[in-house]
């Protein structure tokens, strides 16, 4: 990732955000984890888009009700493990973005991610492994609402935040 890209965010529920990123912080490698637990929908808008991105994100949280979400459980990431989240809506929402940032998107971007919070990266596959049997029983399905959009810069390690918008509308 380009240092001075820009990072859009899905804000998670005040309480499972705690909760991942207590997850997170006693499982991710400790030299590596600059970051609260967050869920990413885009990893590197150009950064002079800063202006744009923030009035399109204040529009649209403006004007949507907060997005339905269901945490299905863990998430293998090969190295690593995850949250697995499930959010027609906040995809199709990404997808209005993308829309409006056609052409000056990454490869990586360009396509829709499988919405997770990454708790634990960078280790062996046998230590993911390990730690997802060892919490298969303690994540519990669940729904919860998406409370909004955060936008950020990437510095090369821990991320500036540049703002965040809750979603005040009646839905779309």
Excluded at 69 to 75: Q, S, V
Excluded at 79 to 87: C, D, Q, V, Y
Aim: aromatic fraction near 6%; hydrophobic fraction near 40%; glycine fraction near 10%.
């Amino acid at each position: 990732m380009a240092d001075g890209a820009l990072i859009v965010t899905a804000l998670l529920p005040k309480d499972l955000h705690a909760f991942a990123t207590r997850l997170r912080d006693a499982h991710f490698p400790p030299e590596r984890n600059y970051l609260e637990a967050h869920v990413t929908l885009f990893h590197a808008l150009p950064p002079q888009c800063e202006g744009e991105a923030r009035s399109v994100l204040a529009r649209l949280c403006a004007e949507l009700a907060p997005v339905e979400a269901h945490l299905e459980g863990l998430m293998s990431l090969g190295g690593g493990t995850a949250l697995k989240l499930a959010s027609p809506g906040m995809l199709d929402l990404r997808d209005l973005i993308a829309d409006h940032f056609h052409g000056m998107l990454t490869g990586q971007d360009q396509h829709r991610p499988r919405l997770h919070v990454t708790i634990q990266n960078k280790v062996s596959a046998r230590e993911a492994k390990a730690l997802q049997a060892e919490l298969v029983g303690a994540i519990e399905p669940r729904q919860f609402r998406f409370r909004g959009l955060g936008l950020f810069r990437y510095r090369g390690g821990p991320w500036d935040h540049l703002g965040e918008w809750s979603f005040r509308g009646q839905g779309r």
